[in-house]
């Protein structure tokens, strides 16, 4: 079983939609969550980070389960720029690397 | 943007070359991580650099090696490259203990 797991996609929505990515982790001491955007042959950017009281940033919602060790990313009122690949990234405490997903493609559609 | 830089952006190689990539992490940044993306694939660690020293290792074999410098720029060195090597090499900077990374544009490796 991967380390972190996300929906296979991909997933086509137009303008407008609300979409939901979710992603599952196997290593309960996982510390740190954070959801990453990665444009077509890119670098994979930083999104936002996920804490377990759950947080917003504009359309974007993450939300943290610990006791599930599940992560979602909820994005509402879609745009065409939205479209990328969204990667589900864990961390365990100390000096450690980042575990990505294997990422979700999402295309926008006007 | 993010102040980490990696050369070259784009590279092609034969199969049993050797290759150097090359990675200059932000400023005050004292940790540096390799990564290797396959298509379709999320980022694969190879590697993790501490002041100067290997302080971690993925599932790569030895034929993968790495130095980090006193400035804390880095190399990822690939011996005796095989077709799936090909694929985005990415470095990541950060603070020790701080799980903010940052990602340079990546080189995209080629071997054919």
């Known amino acids: 079983r991967k380390e972190v797991e996300q929906d296979p996609g991909p997933f086509n929505v137009p303008e407008g939609a609300t979409v939901a990515f979710n992603c599952t982790y196997s290593?309960?001491?996982?510390?740190?969550f954070f959801w990453y955007r990665q444009d077509c042959r890119k670098e994979p950017k930083l999104l936002m980070s996920?804490?377990?009281s759950g947080n917003e940033d504009g359309r974007f919602t993450a939300q943290l389960n610990r006791a599930s060790q599940y992560i979602s990313l909820l994005i509402r009122d879609s745009k065409l720029s939205d479209s990328a690949t969204y990667l589900c990234?864990?961390?365990?405490?100390?000096?450690?690397?980042?575990?990505f997903g294997k990422g979700t493609r999402l295309s926008v559609i006007a | 943007e993010t102040g980490v830089t990696q050369s070259p952006t784009h590279l092609i190689k034969t199969r049993g070359q050797q290759v150097t990539l090359r990675c200059s992490s932000q400023?005050?940044?004292?940790?540096v991580s390799w990564y290797q993306q396959a298509l379709g694939q999320g980022p694969q660690f190879i590697f993790q650099?501490?002041?100067?020293?290997?302080?971690g290792r993925g599932n790569f074999p030895p034929r993968f090696s790495g130095l980090q410098f006193p400035n804390y720029s880095s190399e990822l060195n690939v011996n005796a490259l095989e077709l799936d090597d090909s694929a985005l090499y990415l470095c990541?900077?950060?603070?020790?203990?701080?799980?903010?990374?940052?990602f340079g544009q990546g080189t995209r490796l080629t071997v054919v």
């Open positions: 990541a900077s950060s603070l020790a203990d701080v799980s903010e990374a940052f």
């Open positions: 990234v864990v961390n365990k405490p100390g000096n450690t690397p980042l575990v």
């Open positions: 650099y501490y002041r100067e020293e290997e302080n």
């Open positions: 996920v804490y377990s």
């Open positions: 400023s005050g940044h004292n940790t």
């Open positions: 290593n309960s001491a996982s510390q740190s």
